[in-house]
């Protein structure tokens, strides 16, 4: 009963990959259901508006005990999840509040700046100024979250058990590499070697 934790720089195909990886697995995804769900257990309603807003446009201001309240409520959450295991959980720095669980594979999936322009730009069919713009504010707003919340840098590579590079795989070769890390963690795992 495995957790797979996905982090992912927005363009890079990260969230394609992560459904994909659920589905050939038979896993449950989950995503914004960790916001809706903290923000309930917390009582911090507007902490979910605050966590959804990855652009950062809509300012909403916590107060500090309702960020504090939210953050414990996502890993009581988190935690929840990976001991029910079978599960994909798409961002929400899982990478960390889960990077001791034995259970879980952590993967992080980057592209070159360029190729994540393209790609927001055709699927929102916008210029790819504004697609740069978008993709550079995401950035900013995942990395200082994990920083300032977790005081980790989001481009660690020692986060990560599994780093995929979208320029140079496709989706469903990202799919075979994260499902082959898994069974081989759980062949690891079933041998009893650390």
């Known amino acids: 009963m495995a957790a797979v934790t996905v982090s992912r720089q927005l363009g890079s195909l990260g969230t394609q990959i992560a459904r994909e990886v ?9 995503w914004r259901e960790v916001i809706n769900e903290a923000a309930r257990r917390a009582g911090a309603p507007e ?3 605050a966590m959804i807003d990855d ?18 409520a996502v ?7 990976a001991s029910e295991g079978d599960v994909v959980i798409v961002g929400r720095a899982g990478q960390v509040i889960l990077a001791d669980r034995p259970n879980a594979l952590h993967v992080r999936v980057i592209a070159p700046l360029a190729l994540r ?4 730009a055709s699927a929102q069919n916008i210029p790819a100024a504004a697609a740069r713009a978008q993709i550079e504010q995401s950035d900013r707003t995942r990395r200082d979250h994990l920083r300032g919340y ?3 840098d989001w481009n660690d590579p020692r986060l990560y058990d599994l780093v995929l590079n979208t320029a140079g795989l496709t ?12 069974a081989r963690r759980d062949q690891t795992s079933d ?3 650390p």
């Open 171 to 182: 989706v469903e070769g990202c799919v075979d590499l994260v499902c082959h890390a898994l």
């Open 75 to 81: 890993r009581e959450v988190m935690d929840d999840l």
């Open 191 to 193: 041998a009893g070697t």
């Open 22 to 30: 659920a589905q050939r697995l038979g896993y449950r995804m989950v």
């Open 117 to 120: 322009v393209e790609q927001i």
């Open 55 to 72: 652009l950062g446009l809509l300012d909403v201001d916590l107060h500090p005990e309702a960020s504090r309240a939210y953050e414990e």
């Open 47 to 49: 902490a979910a508006l």
């Open 150 to 152: 977790h005081g980790v």
